[in-house]
């Protein structure tokens, strides 16, 4: 398609393990593609060459988990017309927010030889908790298929085909047979958002939600089961549920009410 | 045509026959701990001596102390997978000079043989049948596969721990659809077929290989191996004025209690043989000269599906979960003509948190008149209404 110029894209990096920017660099044959229909103005992982913004779209990784970078997201959203967070970190705080249910000045005072260079903030939060975010890309890392969705639906206008349904569906459709029902391996599927393809289940492993909670996930249910059918304690449940998406609301009240019982 | 006879040995020379005519065979399997449905090469592919166990949310498999091939009942696949395949591309469109130009997809004649279709499946199909060419709207890509099938049923000697097709008139016995019908028996020294010929396709096909014509005596044993299945079925469901109490159970308090168990994952739907509906997705490329429109199967379990302007029609568990029972065992009379459920408790044992059908509807049933039924004080993620 024609364009009077290029949109401009930039890629930006929070506290993050760069995981999911590589996905967009994993996009081996896409990328020239990519490169053709829009300018690459920033993304430190490709190439150092940076182009002054405004940027019509970045795309954010990682999570917000120091007073500097609080400022930073701010200038990040004034510079972008359209902001997409991409990965576990940029929507749910990450793995890194597992110090959210802890105290973060002890860990500090326990790991650094000079805590006092350390300025960090008390929680790990999601972009969304401090500015406006045009769309959510899920999964840890994300998906390069969903990515290249995303980026297509972006330049043509449209809606992303990204559905909040369960991780079962993709598995029911891939036609893997369910972990859970033959062998009796957790599994958090029904209550993760598709994405990733059911990656997990067809490698014959139980999902680990790492694409955070579908649209209505009904933890209380699945958990239950868990218990009375699976043999799962409360501690089996309080790690499956506090990884990537620990602090995704339903997966943390969850594992709260499962904290306060062991 | 009376009933004929094929020993095991014989079954080789039966799927050979299949594949000269030109036929892929799916057939049952062992994968991954479950007997699914997949190419089919040579007769010891089949699940020699293998059983299921199933029961709500659960599924294992167990040796037999025989060699039967078909002595499982179902597994988590059905024959909707190749009939109404979950994935399939509608068309392709082309940027051109003066808009665009639209690529149908090309109809498929895969030309299956399936291998062990069972009398509750033959029901799905024939309800499928209805549901996709039947009335105006047809959908050719389910005739293409449907046509070209050619279906070898098996008769159920050993019914499962969640089967119910006895209380839904559809089994374990086929009746029709089939182009041959087979009941299989493990005689002390001989392990063999009776023969059931349903059409001209099957009757040729018979010709090609070594059989003879069953005696009386092979007949009725055979008789008698689906006769106890029909006594084994592990679940029933009383159909007896279903619809009606169905129908005048819209605020039963029982679907709250439903909606706290299960987990509107869609896993019910995506195995029910008879369940049909699908998505569309639309996908452009990078370069903005390409687009295609996917279909793939989908679920009333999610909240996209009844999504129409302004929000979504079901938004909660309940509103999802009545729907999709109350459509499966009384408005699909009312809209094809029969219950939309064929008693194969696919939907029980793959059913996460092993939510029952059965046991769902004869809750409501038996407790109609009742109102305010208590429901558990469990905590709430978040309110679902
Ligand atoms: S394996 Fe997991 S994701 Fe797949 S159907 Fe079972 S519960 Fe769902
Ligand atoms: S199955 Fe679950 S844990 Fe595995 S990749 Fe998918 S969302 Fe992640
Ligand atoms: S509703 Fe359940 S038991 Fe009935 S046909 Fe569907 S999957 Fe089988
Ligand atoms: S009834 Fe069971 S399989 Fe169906 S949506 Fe609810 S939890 Fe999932």
Redesign the interface.
């Known amino acids: 398609?024609t364009r009077a110029r290029k949109p401009k894209l930039a890629v930006w990096k929070f506290a993050s393990c760069d995981g999911c920017q590589l996905s967009l660099l994993d996009c081996e044959d896409?990328l020239l593609?990519?490169a053709?229909?829009v300018e690459i103005a920033n993304f430190l992982e490709a190439s150092r060459a940076v182009v002054k913004g405004p940027y019509d779209l970045s795309l954010v990784e990682g999570s917000i988990t120091t007073p500097h970078d609080a400022k930073r997201i701010q200038q990040v959203r004034r510079a972008s017309k359209t902001l997409v967070t991409i990965g576990a970190c940029a929507t749910a705080g990450g793995i890194q927010a597992l110090r959210n249910f802890k105290d973060v000045q002890e860990f500090v005072s326990v790991v650094y030889a000079q805590p006092k260079y350390i300025d960090s903030l008390a929680k790990s939060t999601p972009i969304a908790d401090h500015v406006f975010v045009d769309f959510e890309l899920r999964g840890c890392p994300i998906s390069k298929q969903q990515l290249?969705?995303v980026?297509?639906?972006f330049?043509?206008g449209?809606k992303p085909?990204t559905?909040?349904?369960?991780v079962?569906?993709e598995c029911?459709?891939?036609?893997?047979?369910?972990v859970?029902?033959?062998?009796?391996t957790a599994?958090l599927?029904?209550?993760t958002q598709a994405g990733c393809g059911a990656l997990c289940p067809a490698y014959?492993r139980g999902c680990y939600g790492c694409f955070g909670p579908m649209?209505?996930?009904?933890?209380?249910?699945?958990a239950?089961?868990w218990q009375t059918?699976l043999d799962a304690s409360d501690l089996d449940l309080l790690r499956a549920l506090r990884t990537f998406n620990a602090y995704a609301g339903?997966f943390r009240?969850?594992s709260e009410?499962h904290d306060r019982k062991q | 045509m009376p009933v004929q006879l094929l020993d095991w040995e014989a079954l080789e020379e039966f799927f050979t026959a299949l594949k000269r005519r030109g036929f892929t065979l799916i057939g049952p399997q062992l994968?991954?701990?479950?007997i699914?449905y997949d190419q089919l090469e040579k007769p010891e592919d089949l699940p020699l001596g293998w059983q299921d166990v199933q029961d709500k949310?659960?599924?294992?498999l167990h040796q037999r102390d025989d060699e039967a091939a078909f002595g499982y009942v179902v597994?988590?696949?059905s024959w909707k997978?190749f009939l109404h395949p979950?994935?399939l591309r509608l068309w392709r469109a082309k940027?051109s000079e003066s808009g665009f130009d639209l690529q149908e997809e090309a109809l498929k004649d895969p030309k299956y043989a399936f291998i062990g279709v069972r009398a509750c499946e033959l029901s799905a199909i024939e309800i499928q049948n209805k549901v996709f060419l039947g009335g105006s709207y047809t959908d050719p890509h389910y005739r293409a596969r449907r046509q070209g099938a050619f279906i070898v049923a098996v008769n159920c000697t050993q019914a499962g721990g969640n089967c119910f097709c006895a209380s839904m008139g559809t089994g374990p016995k086929v009746e029709t659809g089939f182009d041959l019908a087979l009941t299989e028996v493990l005689a002390p020294s001989r392990h063999y077929f009776t023969v059931e010929v349903g059409s001209e396709q099957g009757a040729e096909l018979l010709k090609e290989i070594p059989h003879q014509e069953a005696s009386q005596q092979e007949i009725a044993t055979a008789q008698q191996l689906v006769a106890t299945a029909a006594g084994q079925m592990g679940r029933e469901l009383d159909n007896s004025g279903l619809k009606e109490i169905l129908y005048a159970s819209y605020d039963h308090p029982r679907w709250d209690e439903i909606a706290?168990?299960?987990?509107?994952?869609?896993?019910c739907t995506?195995?029910c043989p008879t369940c049909f509906c699908t998505t569309v997705?639309?996908?452009?490329?990078?370069?903005?000269?390409e687009a295609e429109r996917l279909r793939?199967?989908?679920?009333c379990?999610?909240?996209?599906f009844s999504y129409i302007h302004g929000g979504s029609v079901r938004a909660s568990?309940k509103a999802r979960y009545r729907q999709w029972l109350t459509h499966k065992l009384a408005s699909w009379i009312d809209q094809f003509g029969s219950s939309g459920c064929v008693g194969c408790g696919r939907c029980i044992?793959?059913c996460?948190?092993?939510i029952d059908i059965t046991a769902e509807a004869t809750a409501i049933r038996n407790s109609q008149a009742v109102t305010g039924v208590k429901t558990k004080g469990?905590?709430?993620?978040?309110a679902?209404h």
């Open positions: 398609m896409e593609a990519i053709g229909e290249l969705e980026l297509s639906a330049l043509y449209r085909n559905p909040a349904s369960s079962c569906l029911k459709r891939r036609g893997t047979t369910c859970m029902v033959a062998q009796g599994c599927g029904p209550v014959n649209e209505t996930p009904n933890t209380v249910s699945l239950a089961w059918e339903p009240k969850e009410a | 994968q991954d701990g479950a699914v949310g659960s599924y294992r597994g988590p696949h997978r979950p994935s940027r706290e168990r299960c987990l509107s994952c869609g896993n995506m195995v997705e639309d996908v452009t490329d990078l370069s903005g000269q793939h199967w989908d679920s379990f999610s909240i996209d568990g044992t793959w996460p948190v092993g469990t905590r709430h993620v978040q679902d």
